[in-house]
C-alpha cells in the first residue's frame, strides 16, 4: 500500500497571525516570496524552523506556519547553530537585520559563516535601524543624518557581502525586495545549498528611510546601476550596451562594441575555490559602479554540523554513550561540608 504525500502550497507555510509591519514596507514581499519557495524546497512546515534576533525583520517566525524561536539582540545565529548541530534533519533559517546581524550581533554572525554550518541567512538591508525609530545601523551611509546623527554619520558602512566573503562563506548571494522574480530564484538557491547561505536583501524603509534602494530599482535605474550575475556569463549591463572588464585586478566599465568585444569582458565564475573574484565584485559599489545582484560565490565544504556529529558518534562509537552522573563526579570534584 502507498501513500501519496499531500502538495505543499504557499498557503500551508502562512500562519493565522496578523502581519504588524508598516503598510509599503520590503520586508511583505520577502515574507511572500519565502512562502512560494518553501513549497518547492519539498520540506514540510513541521521540520523548518525560522529563529530571529531583535528588529522589524525578527517579526518574520510569527507570519510563518513553521516552527519558529524569536530570540534576543544578534544572537539569532548562535540559536541556530545549536539548533541545527543537534536536529541536522530540520531546514534552519535565520532571519535578521543589518543592525541585528552586524553591530551587536556581528561577532555571532561571522563564526556562523566561518563554521559553514548547513543552515540559511537572510540578511534584510534597509540601513537603518526602523523598530527603533530610525537610528543610524552599520550599513548607514557616511553623512546620513539621523536621530542619532543629527550633524551626519561619521562611521564608514559595513559591507555584508564583503564581511561574509572575508571569512570564507561558501554561499553568497544579493536581491531586492521588489525583483520578485529574481529575489525567489535567489532564495531557492540558497535553500538548496548544503552549508551556511546567507543573502542580502535591498529592503526599503518606507518610513523612515524610503528611497535608499532606488538607484537599484525600477527598469531603467536597476538596468544602468545593477549587474544581474550569471555563472559563465560575462558582466553585461544596461540592455548589453556595457560592460565590466578587469583593468589590472581593477573593474572597470567599458562600452561593448568592435573595439571592447563580449570576450574581453569579465565572466562570472560563482563556483572558483578562492573567494577573490567574488570578493572584487562585492566591493562594486554604487555610484562608482554598478552593482552586482545575484550569487557571488557558490562553493562546497565540509559542514559543522556534519564534522560535529561524527565526532560524537565518533566517541560514542569509542567509549560508549556514558553516563551524565559519572561524568559530574570525575575528576576534580570535591564536598563542601
Not at 534576533?53 to 519558529?68: D, E
Not at 571569512?167 to 525583483?179: L, Q, Y
Request: aromatic fraction near 8%.
Amino acid at each position: 500500500m502507498s501513500t501519496t504525500l499531500p502538495v505543499l502550497k504557499a498557503a500551508d507555510f502562512a500562519s493565522d497571525q496578523d502581519i504588524r509591519w508598516c503598510p509599503g514596507c520590503g520586508d511583505y514581499s520577502i515574507l511572500a516570496q519565502m512562502k512560494k519557495v518553501l513549497p518547492e524546497i519539498g520540506v514540510a512546515p513541521e521540520n523548518t524552523v525560522f529563529i530571529s534576533g531583535i528588529g522589524c525583520s525578527s517579526r518574520f517566525p510569527y507570519y510563518m506556519n513553521t516552527y519558529g524561536i524569536h530570540s534576543i539582540h544578534g544572537r539569532a545565529p548562535t540559536f541556530a547553530t545549536g539548533l541545527k548541530s543537534t536536529r541536522p534533519d530540520l531546514s534552519v533559517w535565520v532571519i535578521t537585520g543589518d543592525g541585528d546581524a552586524l553591530s551587536i550581533g556581528g561577532n555571532h554572525f561571522i563564526h556562523l559563516i566561518r563554521r559553514n554550518v548547513n543552515l540559511n541567512i537572510i540578511l534584510f538591508n534597509n540601513r537603518i535601524y526602523g523598530l527603533t525609530k530610525g537610528q543610524y545601523s552599520p550599513t548607514s551611509p557616511v553623512g546620513k543624518v539621523t536621530k542619532s546623527t543629527p550633524r551626519g554619520s561619521l562611521d564608514f558602512p559595513l559591507s555584508p557581502l564583503t564581511l561574509a566573503l572575508s571569512v570564507e562563506a561558501t554561499f553568497v548571494a544579493r536581491s531586492i525586495d521588489t525583483n520578485i522574480k529574481h529575489l525567489t530564484y535567489t532564495l531557492e538557491r540558497a535553500a538548496r545549498h548544503k552549508g551556511t547561505s546567507f543573502v542580502e536583501v535591498y529592503q526599503n524603509c518606507n518610513v523612515f528611510n524610503d528611497g535608499a534602494w532606488d538607484y537599484a530599482k525600477g527598469k531603467e535605474s536597476g538596468d544602468q546601476n545593477t549587474i544581474e550575475l550569471q555563472h559563465g556569463k560575462p558582466l553585461i549591463f544596461a540592455g548589453g550596451t556595457k560592460g565590466v572588464r578587469l583593468n589590472g585586478m581593477t573593474p572597470e566599465v567599458v562600452d561593448v562594441n568592435e573595439n571592447t568585444p563580449i570576450d574581453d569582458l569579465l565572466f562570472h565564475d560563482e563556483s572558483t575555490s578562492s573567494p577573490v573574484h567574488a570578493f572584487m565584485l562585492s566591493r562594486m559599489r554604487y555610484p562608482e559602479s554598478p552593482e552586482p545582484i545575484g550569487v557571488f560565490r557558490a562553493v562546497e565544504r565540509d559542514t559543522y554540523d556534519d564534522l560535529i556529529n561524527a565526532q560524537v558518534a565518533g566517541a560514542i562509537g569509542e567509549k560508549g554513550k556514558g553516563d551524565l552522573g559519572k561524568l559530574f563526579n570525575s575528576g576534580d570534584t570535591w564536598s563542601v561540608g
